[in-house]
């Protein structure tokens, strides 16, 4: 088992594709958005009151908390995203100045990044503790109700945006406030007698104190990490056990009225857990710090239970876009093959968790089984998370859209018909800010010997000895040209992904063919790389039609378009009226203007007359236009499918005929 | 417009069939089963407490009510299929008795029933208030909270189970208890000063009025319907002003957190209404009487704006089994072609209203647009809600059904798997019983010189002078024998429906083909009927795939199998799994063993390998076996869908290949 450390966010540029873009974007237009939203300085949307919570927890505000319970960590989320901007000031030669110079956008967010680490400071009581719900509501309540209060939730985020902060800026006020705070939590919960036998509901205090662990390197915070990982799902149940608070009630993000233990993976020992269940979110946090756990103490045992639950959500509750969350109740998983692209949740956040959880377990083992699924959730559920102009945010992903159902159905009314600008839970997104201004960390895992390139972008890194470039236009195209160098003597091990989506491809080092198998997707090459090598990868990049697994029962008869990691879709915008189009089972794909797809497909014309009718519906040809599903919904509302019913020739195609 | 009274039920006898064995098997189990599970003398299923409320609104028994706010409507709408049973006892030799000789299940029932009017009249309050939950828990509450406390929803019941009863036995008792409290209800509500200007949330008295008013020829009780009906709607809202009742929040069959009045069609005045919305039952027990209103002052308008709520439903918002309902939340109608038959409601009740509702529309106009429904809704939505053993019961009665979604998903969680024993809320069970008892009754309308026929089953009836008897294994075939005779001099005018699923149908009278247009689906006899005549129907009865209109999103490539009447769905039992099923479009469809259908179809066999493949599945040749849809889930839970996507070939036919 390896134990890859995480990069540095600095020492990977982007410098252009999709990825460059949208960073570009994120950092220059969503974080100060999201920013001004926190501050309650945008115009028109709803009010956020997190950063005022902060001021009237520090005292110099009089008024009442406003929001959710897990309001802090809005904040948090953002100074994570916010820190992660400023290390990214040179990619794309952004506002047109290069070098280490200041510009002006990193000047703002790192003056107002100072500011909220001493507007912080002045909250943090002398224990350490840091909620301002709890502040301002009555610090007797603190630690109670932890299956829905959030508090280690939301000090979990903290302690990112601090570690994250602390390796970009190097400054060390955030790390100290969250050290702090840290130490309250470690001197709250544990085995030992006296302190609390228990965790909160919305897992991520565990994968926060790994992180804090590892920028620290001190035990305590792995210790507690933990513990938190092996208590959960202990019984009795803590749940069942703990401090209550009822006031709490009115904001609260929602309380399930059943016991339900399976919501927060806490029905059971993680070791013992066979299957994925509960929410999606918390599920993903929770196994993501289970796998920082096996990683840091090499447990088998727990590496092999925490992958067994990666297939179960990967082999039968993942949607095509890498969304998880087969269901509004609870957002959460239901049961295996239950995928229903119309009626399904598909929290951002989710997809977001799976892909950090994909991470950590390719930080043990350089399989695509990992990576291929983190592509996917990447190109398509994540990105598909955020509107060209950078300031519009879905928090439902659906497969399929029909505006007019969403408004007037009950069952369907969790779902967005259009990016929103501002949410009561704006969970979704500060967490797409900053996972995608982190992109360029997971790229790679590294050792003194080994280099392993699991993404492509154009880029240029310095990691763990080893210089490589990425030349390339992915995922518009499969050729990739990589550039990699060594530092020091001898054969170093090169591992690059061959995307399991991709059926043919060559790869060529120096103008010559590699030759190889794959092992678990990657190609392997150990040889010298004290020269600058150059590589070559020819990724064979068709429109291909897509096949779910037939116990899907909602997707029996349809087909999806993909290219590459990149689904499609269509629009109303493109085609009007969707849900009497079919795809022609032998049609034709090929690429239109702009990025788009256009496939060969029939209208169903009629029957109109009367409600039932013995009349058959005509069919006609007609061509239908796709478009990446990551840029649905940058037109108005309309409609959206992503599967659609193929019509045919039985186990034959047109031409045989 | 005309008015046909509604005829008496001892008057028609049916003697075979569907309905016969159906009727005979209400009268003889479900009745007697009902009547127990109200007394709570039925093991194992949930507890009534229906007849006990009243035991203690009587003062004999000292107890807390228990149930539900409408559960006195449970009881009485069992005692008025009760009654209806006693008007049945020599159809079909029931019980291998004839003649005038009462059945010792006819004893029991009359004797059940008299126990009942006694205790019903112990109940009474001097005043003729008679509703179990107010007089148990303060009457201080009488008529407060009438948008859901169903006061009045439960006299109306009460109404027309005296009705009923009088019809049939003649005795009055139980209709003395009804007037005097609707002399009550008189009282309290009206258009004059120091009268409630209010109605109730859940419509029924309406049109209990109205038949109480045919019953007594009483004026009073028809004004009374008539302030009702156009008072519901006017501004300012009622529900809005009047008196609330906090008390009754635990026993209410659901509470709308909105200030929806659709959902009780009370947001416009019924002839300003365009749309049908809101919950499916009151609607349609609503429109009934509306229908009333109009047939009885001959208002042309009044008929018109309830005409066009009936295109409404019947063109838009119906499922193909008649049964009506697309969304649980509000168990109520959405918007034009939204007809989801996997996530509907389908409530039995609704399905029975919308029955109730045609034949309403039938007094007034021998149009088959009102019988069509009516049939359609009769054979599938309703006869569907009663199993073959006559003791378990549909209250949802979805077109798709998948057990493992309906227990994992919450959004399907309002659909039962299987029929049930009983229920917190049941409705259902006594609305079919009484519907089915009372079918004879709808078969035709007849004056003294008209006669139409509506309906077919095997039967004898002696109607305004008309004597007309039926053979037939209607639906079974389309063969149907009818003698007609009438008493009297001159032309009479007989007019017989031509359904409108029959495209090719002979009708010969005494051996002579008839020839004639059909005027509104009914063909039209002007002759002397004083000699008894001898018509043959001969209604051509294929097996036909049926489509729904281009604009029903759902079920756009979809096709049903219909024959005549019935609507035929698949069951697991028969298929094995049947989501990966398809119609061949082109396929042959032929009768099989016990009235099943052999359908030509295609399964699809994989893909099986990981979640998603570029692997296209195959698809084989298989025999679809379906049965009609009123006999589904009698052997256990299964899925069940009735539209399936059809695969074959673009705009022709396999044979033109």
Same mark, same amino acid.
């Not at 995203?81 to 100045?97: D, H, V, W, Y």
């Given at each position: 088992?390896?134990?890859?450390?995480?990069?540095?966010?600095?020492?990977?540029?982007?410098?252009?594709?999709?990825?460059?873009?949208?960073?570009?974007?994120?950092?220059?237009?969503?974080?100060?958005?999201?920013?001004?939203?926190?501050?309650?300085?945008?115009?028109?949307?709803?009010?956020?009151?997190?950063?005022? *919570? =902060?001021?009237?927890?520090?005292?110099?505000?009089?008024?009442? =908390?406003?929001?959710?319970?897990?309001?802090?960590?809005?904040?948090?989320?953002?100074?994570?995203?916010?820190?992660?901007?400023?290390?990214?000031?040179?990619?794309?030669?952004?506002?047109?100045?290069?070098?280490?110079?200041?510009?002006?956008?990193?000047?703002?967010? &790192?003056?107002? #990044?100072?500011?909220?680490?001493?507007?912080?400071? &002045?909250?943090?009581?002398?224990?350490?503790?840091?909620?301002?719900?709890?502040?301002?509501?009555?610090?007797?309540?603190?630690?109670?109700?932890?299956?829905?209060?959030?508090?280690?939730?939301?000090?979990?985020?903290?302690?990112?945006?601090?570690?994250?902060?602390?390796?970009?800026?190097?400054?060390?006020?955030?790390?100290?406030?969250?050290?702090?705070?840290?130490?309250?939590?470690?001197?709250?919960?544990?085995?030992?007698?006296?302190?609390?036998?228990?965790?909160?509901?919305?897992?991520?205090?565990?994968?926060?104190?790994?992180?804090?662990?590892?920028?620290?390197?001190?035990?305590?915070?792995?210790?507690?990490?933990?513990?938190?990982?092996?208590?959960?799902?202990?019984?009795?149940?803590?749940? *069942?056990?703990?401090?209550?608070?009822?006031?709490?009630?009115?904001?609260?993000?929602?309380? #399930?009225?059943?016991?339900?233990?399976?919501?927060?993976?806490?029905?059971?020992?993680?070791?013992?857990?066979?299957?994925?269940?509960?929410?999606?979110?918390?599920?993903?946090?929770?196994?993501?710090?289970?796998?920082?756990?096996?990683?840091?103490?090499?447990?088998?045992?727990?590496?092999?239970?925490?992958?067994?639950?990666?297939?179960?959500?990967?082999?039968?509750? !993942?949607?095509?876009?890498?969304?998880?969350?087969?269901?509004?109740?609870?957002?959460?998983?239901?049961?295996?093959?239950?995928?229903?692209?119309?009626?399904?949740?598909?929290?951002?956040?989710?997809?977001? %968790?799976?892909?950090?959880?994909?991470?950590? !377990?390719?930080?043990?083992?350089?399989?695509?089984?990992?990576?291929?699924?983190?592509?996917?959730?990447?190109?398509?559920?994540?990105?598909?998370?955020?509107?060209?102009?950078?300031?519009?945010?879905?928090?439902?992903?659906?497969?399929? !859209?029909?505006?007019?159902?969403?408004?007037?159905?009950?069952?369907?009314?969790?779902?967005?018909?259009?990016?929103?600008?501002?949410?009561?839970?704006?969970?979704?997104?500060?967490?797409?800010?900053?996972?995608? #201004?982190?992109?360029?960390?997971?790229?790679?895992?590294?050792?003194?010997?080994?280099?392993?390139?699991?993404?492509?972008?154009?880029?240029?890194?310095?990691?763990?000895?080893?210089?490589?470039?990425?030349?390339?236009?992915?995922?518009?195209?499969?050729?990739?040209?990589?550039?990699?160098?060594?530092?020091?003597?001898?054969? %170093? &091990?090169? &591992?690059?992904?061959?995307?399991?989506?991709?059926?043919?491809?060559?790869?060529?080092?120096?103008?010559?063919?590699?030759?190889?198998?794959?092992?678990?997707?990657?190609?392997?090459?150990?040889?010298?790389?004290?020269?600058?090598?150059?590589?070559?990868?020819?990724?064979?990049?068709?429109?291909?039609?897509?096949?779910? *697994?037939?116990?899907?029962?909602?997707?029996?008869?349809?087909?999806?378009?993909?290219?590459?990691?990149?689904?499609?879709?269509?629009?109303?915008?493109?085609?009007?009226?969707?849900?009497?189009? =079919?795809?022609?089972?032998?049609?034709?794909?090929?690429?239109?203007?702009?990025?788009?797809?256009?496939?060969?497909?029939?209208?169903?014309?009629?029957?109109?007359?009367?409600?039932?009718?013995?009349?058959?519906?005509?069919?006609?040809?007609?061509?239908?236009?796709?478009?990446?599903?990551?840029?649905? *919904?940058?037109?108005?509302?309309?409609?959206?499918?992503?599967?659609?019913?193929?019509?045919?020739?039985?186990?034959?195609?047109?031409?045989?005929?």
């Amino acid at each position: 088992m390896k134990n890859y450390h995480m990069l540095r966010p600095s020492d990977i540029k982007i410098t252009g594709g999709i990825l460059g873009e949208k960073r570009r974007l994120i950092a220059g237009v969503t974080v100060p958005y999201i920013g001004n939203a926190l501050c309650d300085e945008v115009a028109g949307i709803r009010k956020s009151g997190s950063v005022e *919570n =902060f001021r009237i927890a520090s005292g110099e505000v009089r008024k009442e =908390f406003h929001g959710l319970v897990s309001q802090d960590s809005d904040l948090f989320k953002w100074m994570e995203a916010a820190s992660l901007a400023l290390a990214q000031q040179e990619e794309n030669g952004f506002l047109g100045e290069k070098g280490n110079k200041e510009t002006s956008r990193n000047m703002g967010l &790192r003056a107002r #990044l100072k500011e909220l680490a001493d507007l912080l400071e &002045r909250c943090q009581m002398k224990d350490g503790y840091l909620n301002t719900y709890y502040i301002i509501n009555g610090l007797k309540h603190k630690w109670s109700y932890l299956k829905e209060s959030c508090q280690l939730y939301c000090a979990g985020h903290l302690l990112e945006a601090a570690v994250t902060n602390y390796e970009v800026t190097g400054e060390r006020s955030l790390l100290e406030i969250a050290m702090k705070y840290g130490d309250c939590i470690d001197r709250a919960f544990g085995a030992e007698e006296g302190k609390i036998h228990g965790y909160d509901g919305h897992a991520e205090i565990e994968l926060a104190l790994y992180r804090l662990y590892e920028a620290t390197g001190m035990d305590k915070y792995r210790d507690l990490a933990d513990f938190f990982v092996e208590e959960r799902g202990k019984q009795p149940y803590f749940f *069942n056990q703990e401090k209550g608070n009822v006031d709490v009630t009115g904001n609260l993000v929602y309380e #399930l009225k059943e016991d339900d233990f399976h919501h927060s993976q806490s029905h059971l020992p993680v070791r013992e857990q066979k299957e994925v269940v509960g929410h999606a979110v918390k599920a993903a946090y929770f196994y993501t710090a289970a796998a920082d756990k096996a990683r840091l103490s090499k447990d088998e045992k727990l590496y092999e239970a925490v992958e067994g639950l990666w297939e179960d959500v990967t082999e039968k509750k !993942m949607f095509l876009t890498g969304a998880i969350g087969s269901s509004e109740y609870g957002e959460s998983f239901t049961y295996a093959y239950d995928l229903p692209g119309d009626l399904m949740y598909g929290e951002t956040c989710a997809a977001i %968790g799976l892909f950090l959880w994909g991470y950590h !377990m390719l930080r043990m083992d350089t399989d695509r089984k990992y990576s291929d699924v983190m592509e996917r959730a990447l190109f398509n559920g994540i990105l598909g998370g955020i509107s060209e102009d950078g300031k519009k945010f879905f928090y439902t992903n659906p497969l399929e !859209m029909d505006p007019e159902r969403c408004k007037k159905r009950k069952d369907y009314s969790h779902l967005e018909t259009e990016r929103q600008s501002w949410f009561d839970c704006p969970c979704c997104p500060p967490n797409i800010a900053r996972l995608i #201004l982190s992109f360029n960390r997971y790229m790679y895992t590294a050792s003194l010997g080994e280099l392993n390139i699991h993404f492509f972008a154009s880029s240029a890194a310095d990691i763990e000895g080893w210089h490589v470039e990425q030349r390339t236009e992915y995922p518009a195209e499969g050729k990739i040209m990589l550039t990699v160098e060594r530092k020091g003597e001898g054969k %170093g &091990r090169l &591992r690059i992904r061959v995307p399991g989506w991709c059926e043919n491809f060559i790869i060529k080092a120096d103008g010559k063919k590699v030759e190889g198998t794959l092992e678990k997707g990657y190609l392997l090459m150990e040889e010298d790389f004290s020269h600058k090598k150059i590589i070559e990868l020819d990724l064979d990049m068709p429109l291909k039609k897509v096949y779910a *697994n037939g116990r899907v029962k909602s997707l029996a008869g349809k087909a999806a378009v993909m290219r590459g990691p990149l689904v499609y879709c269509l629009e109303q915008a493109d085609n009007g009226e969707l849900f009497d189009l =079919f795809f022609k089972e032998t049609g034709k794909l090929e690429m239109g203007e702009d990025g788009t797809v256009l496939a060969e497909g029939y209208r169903m014309a009629g029957p109109g007359s009367g409600l039932y009718t013995y009349q058959k519906p005509d069919y006609r040809e007609e061509n239908i236009r796709l478009l990446p599903y990551y840029r649905w *919904n940058n037109r108005g509302a309309g409609q959206m499918r992503v599967f659609l019913g193929e019509r045919g020739y039985l186990n034959g195609s047109e031409d045989k005929r």
